[in-house]
């Protein structure tokens, strides 16, 4: 047990031996759209705060809300790609609770007539057996704001001496995506957990709908779980573990709330339905609020709001929108490329394959996005402590550095300068090769004096070379590439050096 955890934690085995682990998530997915749900004003990220506002995202008395199509129209989009059927009818209900963000001290959200449902996802695992997730429904909300908390340690409310509000965030569509209990998975529900919101999130940005960024917000995750003991029907109490960012910290809640859980229970405690924060420091889970039950937020109709239809021949024509699949897109790449199995699973794992692949559709060879991205840029972004797709370099710009290199303007050393360049804010990369001094030297004389200077000094190597051991070239290879700085072409050094020790 690790000593941060404040809580008392049961061997996972044990866990397993003793409980049956039962989930159920709810996904929120911003939509990129360029309005709010229920009004005109902005949905763009990043501006100042209280900017993006209007009368309706600020509840002032007498503002009335208006559906946004486009809204309506990609809820629809996802709920198609996960298999739901489409509401041909559906209604809006206001979702009524205090919360200082939330300025109308409700939430337009849909209740019991949600736009899609009865749908499923099946995702891959690290072994490549597939689990099938199903979805209970995907319905249409608003965020709220946000809130900023100053004068604590940790950021949140507890300990905090005042609270910001910024309304820009109140009214941007949402989309909440609720599985159905996932039962069965025992030993390998984090995973699932995992391999489902991962899945998820490729799904949402594949429609285009969502750039599913967990560590900006625009996803965030609620963790549902509840234990039972082993051979009971019954499911146990559920915590939900609210607002996680990133997918590794899904699979660690889920994690720690069944070790932590089992261990109450053993006890002879009880659990109680609450929500938990997720502690990105140590992966453990604490306390927050009890959890209401629906009852609590007194959902009614939007007397404001007509009901959403969709008629069918509007959803065929959305259906036939629907772009290439994530995962039909792997396999015709897996094909196309002739990966193995294993192979595919680690570039989707790490977060490379559609940088890969976008890199390709630059321009690039696919042996040679693949090593960029999988190598040097994989370990950028670890030293940076960031995802792969979170570094600030596109693949369109990978996709310049690999033709330069084609081109013989650069070497694989000064390409990596090149990107560390870009990666550091410098500019484009023609930009930062021109501001570093990168490009290959194609002065002839220059470099047949570097060579010539080289071979002078090592009398040894050239009798080497002269007796048939090209390999000893290399030295004078290396000593060319020093006195140019990297910039001669390492092609024209050999060449050269076989040229001139022929005449001496």
């Known amino acids: 047990m690790t000593a941060a955890y404040a809580d008392d934690l049961m061997d996972y085995d044990e866990v397993l031996d003793r409980f049956d682990p039962v989930m159920g998530m709810e996904v929120h997915v911003e939509l990129a759209t360029k309005t709010k749900m229920f009004s005109a004003s902005s949905a763009n990220f990043g501006a100042e705060p209280n900017s993006n506002v209007d009368p309706c995202s600020l509840g002032l008395p007498g503002a009335l809300p208006v ?53 499923y996802l099946d995702v891959v695992l690290d072994d490549g057996e597939t689990w099938r997730v199903e979805i209970e429904r ?29 309304c820009n965030r109140a009214g941007i569509p949402l989309i909440e995506i609720v599985t159905k209990p996932i039962i069965g998975a025992g030993a390998r529900a984090p995973e699932v957990a995992r391999a489902y919101v991962t899945a998820l999130r490729d799904l949402v940005k594949a429609l285009g709908v969502s750039d599913a960024r967990m560590d900006q917000g625009s996803m965030r995750v609620d963790s549902n779980l509840s234990l039972r003991p082993v051979g009971r029907e019954e499911f146990g109490t559920r915590t939900e573990t609210k607002n996680i960012n990133s997918l590794k910290s899904v699979e660690q809640a889920v994690r720690y709330e069944m070790r932590r859980q089992a261990a109450v229970l053993a006890a002879g405690g009880e659990i109680r339905q609450e929500t938990r924060h997720y502690q990105e420091a140590d992966g453990s889970t604490s306390a927050g609020r009890i959890k209401e039950t629906a009852e609590d937020y007194r959902y009614f ?146 470099v047949t004096r570097a060579v010539q200077e080289a071979l002078d000094a090592n009398p040894d190597i050239v009798a080497k070379i002269k ?17 140019t700085r990297g910039k001669a072409d390492p092609a024209q050094v050999n060449k050269l050096i076989g040229e001139l020790v022929a005449k001496m």
């Open 67 to 119: 559906v946004n199509r486009t809204g309506v129209e990609w809820a629809i989009k996802i709920g198609l790609a996960l298999n739901c059927s489409i509401a041909e009818s559906s209604r809006f209900a206001r979702k009524n609770y205090f919360y200082p963000d939330q300025p109308k001290n409700y939430q337009i959200s849909q209740y019991d007539e949600p736009i899609a449902y009865d749908g």
């Open 138 to 166: 995907a319905h249409m909300e608003e965020d709220t704001g946000k809130l900023t908390h100053l004068g604590g340690a940790t950021g949140r409310i507890h300990g905090a001496t005042r609270s910001l509000v910024d």
């Open 301 to 446: 109709n939007d007397p404001d709001l007509p009901p959403v239809l969709a008629p069918r021949e509007w959803v065929e024509e959305i259906r036939a929108t629907l772009p290439e699949l994530p995962w039909v897109r792997r396999a015709r790449i897996q094909a196309d490329w002739g990966l193995k199995d294993e192979e595919m699973r680690d570039l989707v794992n790490a977060g490379a394959l559609d940088l890969i692949i976008d890199t390709v559709e630059a321009g690039a060879a696919p042996d040679e996005a693949r090593s960029w991205w999988v190598a040097y840029l994989s370990q950028k972004a670890n030293e940076a402590g960031v995802e792969l797709a979170a570094l600030d370099i596109t693949p369109a710009q990978v996709a310049r550095v690999i033709g330069l290199i084609g081109e013989g303007k650069l070497t694989n050393k000064l390409a990596r300068s090149a990107v560390d360049g870009v990666l550091a804010g410098e500019g484009e990369v023609d930009e930062v090769v021109a501001a570093r001094g990168l490009e290959v030297v194609r002065d002839d004389g220059a």
């Open 467 to 483: 007796d048939g051991k090209t390999k000893a070239g290399g030295a004078i290879v290396g000593q060319v590439m020093k006195a």
